[in-house]
């Protein structure tokens, strides 16, 4: 399983970007974030269909993730974004139908992260 994540960057409070993590397959993904200093922290994830969502609170309301089967890619819109939500943004794939779709330690593959700084 490979996962390349990709569009991290620079924006501002108030700003948006979306994250894409292209996948060598079709897995139920999600998105986690680490900030310097701090845990893994699960942010949203999705089923391999795209028929479940799944948010941490801290985003909810403000991403949304979505997913294009026929391109193997996974997206996480992130809108209004603060300052806290500053971290290394990583895809990753699920273990199988098992577990849960919060927990860090139900994704096996990971791919490398994307940067996301907003400034205040």
């Known amino acids: 399983v490979q996962l390349q994540a990709s569009g991290g960057g620079l924006a501002q409070t108030g700003g948006s970007l979306r994250l894409s993590c292209a996948a060598s397959?079709?897995?139920?993904l999600g998105w986690f974030r680490q900030a310097p200093g701090k845990e893994r922290e699960f942010v949203a994830s999705?089923?391999?269909?795209?028929?479940?969502?799944y948010y941490a609170d801290s985003v909810k309301g403000r991403a949304t993730i979505s997913r294009d089967n026929a391109k193997n890619t996974v997206y996480l819109q992130m809108n209004s974004l603060k300052p806290e939500d500053t971290a290394d943004y990583y895809c990753?794939?699920?273990?199988?139908?098992?577990?849960?779709?919060?927990?860090?330690?139900?994704?096996?593959?990971w791919g490398q992260g994307t940067q996301v700084t907003v400034s205040s």
């Open positions: 990753a794939a699920r273990a199988g139908a098992g577990g849960s779709y919060y927990n860090t330690n139900d994704y096996r593959y």
């Open positions: 397959g079709r897995y139920a």
């Open positions: 999705i089923n391999w269909s795209g028929t479940s969502t």
